[in-house]
T-cell receptor, first 114, second 109 residues
Framework: KAGVTQTPRYLIKTRGQQVTLSCSPI?????VSWYQQTPGQGLQFLFE???????NKGNFPGRFSGRQFSNSRSEMNVSTLELGDSALYLC?????????????FGPGTRLTVT | DAKTTQPPSMDCAEGRAANLPCNHS???????VYWYRQIHSQGPQYIIH???NNETNEMASLIITEDRKSSTLILPHATLRDTAVYYC??????????FGQGTELSVKP
């Protein structure tokens, strides 16, 4: 099976702009979670989508949003970019939601805000 | 999710078993123990998880104490490619993994 894919892999944006990142889960997986990784804060959970519904949300401002489509693909959007949004954004897919199901991570999108 | 405690760093000789400890003394009955690893700038890689019983797969073994307050991840024959940061997570919320600082494992020739 193909793994989790994320596009684009690298992105450079300017403060104030917005950005959309895309994630294609492993075939058959219905849950998609998003994480942000920075050197200072480590890996932090953003949100989880399952069957097109947000199931869990981390402590991030409303500028961070996401959605999931009927084919389980997911996008996350960050509006009004700030320098502190520079990070590695990781997507993880899982067969279902629930603590017994392991998550498989994609390679990430490296976002640089200038 | 219960807090986990791991040593910040460990060394292991190539070809030897790497035993990575994790303390989760406040774990509750429905929290699974998960292990992931991350090689620099790559996405975390799932290794193994368990609830009560010891688990083994092609990558590693997970030994959970009877009281579930601690666990050990065992890489039976460490190679240089096993050099990574290893994260132990006690998980009780569906879609959410809470990553701590992890253990930086260095496998040396």
């Amino acid at each position: 099976k193909a793994g989790v894919t994320q596009t684009p892999r690298y992105l450079i944006k300017t403060r104030g702009q917005q950005v959309t990142l895309s994630c294609s889960p492993i075939s058959g997986h219905r849950s998609v979670s998003w994480y942000q990784q920075t050197p200072g804060q480590g890996l932090q959970f953003l949100f989880e989508y399952f069957s097109e519904t947000q199931r869990n949300k981390g402590n991030f401002p409303g500028r961070f949003s996401g959605r999931q489509f009927s084919n389980s693909r997911s996008e996350m959007n960050v509006s009004t970019l700030e320098l502190g949004d520079s990070a590695l954004y990781l997507c993880a897919s899982s067969p279902s939601t629930g603590t017994a199901y392991e998550q498989y991570f994609g390679p990430g999108t490296r976002l640089t805000v200038t | 999710d219960a807090k986990t405690t791991q040593p910040p760093s460990m060394d292991c000789a190539e070809g030897r078993a790497a035993n990575l400890p994790c303390n989760h003394s406040t774990i509750s009955g429905n929290e699974y123990v998960y292990w992931y690893r991350q090689i620099h700038s790559q996405g975390p890689q799932y290794i193994i998880h368990g609830l009560k019983n010891n688990e083994t797969n092609e990558m590693a073994s997970l030994i959970i104490t009877e009281d579930r307050k601690s666990s050990t991840l065992i890489l039976p024959h460490a190679t240089l490619r096993d050099t990574a940061v290893y994260y132990c997570i006690a998980r009780n919320q569906g879609g959410k993994l809470i990553f701590g600082q992890g253990t930086e494992l260095s496998v040396k020739p």
